[in-house]
T-cell receptor, first 116, second 113 residues
């Protein structure tokens, strides 16, 4: 079945450091890929997405590129802030019956801690 | 612009009792999803609806779990004869056909004592 693997946390960085959170996936066909973020005490929020190979999703300074050849969707940010401290989830969605998205398959999450 | 809402936000129940959760999706979203999230893990898919039709159920959804979306708007998730292993955060999300994105509610935290 489908699966998502992301790097173990917690990841601790200093403010303004470069961030990479690795994500690789296993899926049949051509899934859509997502990064969701969960800030302390809040619900899951969509951060960015990519729906086909070589697409780059971007939002709030974060970027991720859909790499079909390496089945990866790594999250990057050039300069992190304390406010980026959160849990980040990589997820995929396979196209199901009716043509729309079936349930998301999530990784276990990576806890990011940014120190001032 | 209201997002996905869930009620209640917290539920404490004794083992063996039945519980029911409600989810109100974003209006005009015809897809509605239920997930379960335990501490330190990512959400796990349980089931989803397109309008009132339940199109897929995960193997995680035992016979004690049932979900409905009778009029294609709000949905309920019922757990019968709760067990301690049912303690988790139950998340609801909604989306549109072919839209891919799913928008999540705040969740209902269930504690079974």
């Amino acid at each position: 079945g489908d699966s998502v693997t992301q790097m173990e946390g917690p990841v601790t960085l200093s403010e303004e450091a470069f961030l990479t959170i690795n994500c690789t996936y296993t899926a049949t066909g051509y899934p859509s890929l997502f990064w969701y973020v969960q800030y302390p005490g809040e619900g899951l929020q969509l951060l960015l997405k990519a729906t086909k190979a070589d697409d780059k999703g971007s939002n709030k300074g974060f970027e991720a590129t859909y790499r079909k050849e390496t089945t990866s969707f790594h999250l990057e940010k050039g300069s992190v802030q304390v406010s980026d401290s959160a849990v980040y989830f990589c997820a995929l969605s396979a196209r199901g019956r009716g043509g729309g998205a079936d349930g998301l398959t999530f990784g276990k999450g990576t806890h990011l801690i940014i120190q001032p | 612009d209201t997002g996905v809402s869930q009620d209640p936000r917290h539920k404490i129940t004794k083992r063996g009792q039945n519980v029911t959760f409600r989810c109100d999706p974003i209006s005009e979203h015809n897809r509605l999803y239920w997930y379960r999230q335990t501490l330190g893990q990512g959400p796990e898919f349980l089931t989803y609806f397109q309008n009132e039709a339940q199109l897929e159920k995960s193997r995680l959804l035992s016979d004690r779990f049932s979900a409905e979306r009778p009029k294609g708007s709000f949905s309920t998730l019922e757990i019968q004869r709760t067990e301690q292993g049912d303690s988790a955060m139950y998340l609801c999300a909604s989306g549109i056909l072919l839209g891919h994105e799913q928008y999540f509610g705040p969740g209902t935290r269930l504690t079974v004592t």
